[in-house]
């Protein structure tokens, strides 16, 4: 069955150095989102994707973030100046249109210290 | 402001037990929603979709209804197992993303 894959699945990085987390959606969806889960907390939108552009995005989402479609399968989250706030499990999720199933991968834990 | 919110927290039944989860939502303009499960440190497993021309969808022993006009949806789990003790979560859809909940914690007693 095919899935979102996640790389890298854990990450420490040093307060204030540059992240980008990896993404390979499911290769006929349209959408791609990512989010992210404080430990203990819920899970936060952050952005979604659409026809190479941003379609929504939440005030989390500021001008630290980034997202890329480098190629047709990769998508990629981009977080500059890590803060130790920034430590969560990010995930990304696809789906083939807006309102069907939205899949999501198994999440890249990010530690900043 | 948009709102998921499920009721209760956590819970904890008997293995073989009948179970319901609940979710409610405030906003009008969610028009799906969906049901996850996640476990400890995993990601999201998508449970079951329901879209707002549905009013219940149904996979093996699961089965979800959606009452938009209340703004309602139930999980109902039947015959639990332990192997279902996980998060399960609520999502609606709402223009470009969907919107969680903060999850059941649910514990299946052997």
């Known amino acids: 069955e095919p899935e979102v894959t996640q790389t890298p699945s854990h990450q420490v990085t040093q307060m204030g150095q540059e992240v980008i987390l990896r993404c390979v959606p499911i290769?006929?969806?349209?959408?791609f989102y990512w989010y992210r889960q404080i430990l203990g907390q819920k899970v936060e939108f952050l952005v979604s994707?659409?026809?190479?552009?941003?379609?929504?995005k939440s005030e989390i989402f500021d001008d630290q973030f980034s997202v890329e479609r480098p190629d047709g399968s990769n998508f990629t989250l981009k977080i500059r100046s890590t803060k130790l706030e920034d430590s969560a499990m990010y995930f990304c999720?696809?789906?083939?249109?807006?309102?069907?199933?939205?899949?999501f991968g198994e999440g890249s834990w990010l530690t900043v210290v | 402001k948009q709102e998921v919110t499920q009721i209760p927290a956590a819970l904890s039944v008997p293995e073989g037990e009948n179970l319901v989860l609940n979710c409610s939502f405030t906003?009008?303009?969610?028009?799906?929603l969906q049901w996850f499960r996640q476990d400890p440190g995993k990601g999201l497993t998508s449970l079951l979709l329901?879209?707002?021309?549905?009013r219940e969808q149904t996979s093996g022993r699961l089965n979800a209804s959606l009452d938009k006009s209340s703004g309602r949806s139930t999980l109902y789990i039947a015959a639990s197992q332990p192997g279902d003790s996980a998060t399960y979560l609520c999502?609606?859809?709402?223009?470009?993303?969907?919107?969680f909940g903060k999850g059941t914690r649910l514990h299946i007693l052997p």
């Open positions: 999502a609606g859809n709402r223009d470009d993303k969907i919107i």
């Open positions: 994707f659409y026809n190479n552009e941003i379609s929504e």
């Open positions: 290769s006929n969806h349209l959408y």
């Open positions: 906003d009008s303009a969610i028009y799906n």
């Open positions: 329901i879209q707002s021309s549905q």
């Open positions: 999720a696809s789906s083939e249109t807006l309102g069907n199933t939205i899949y």
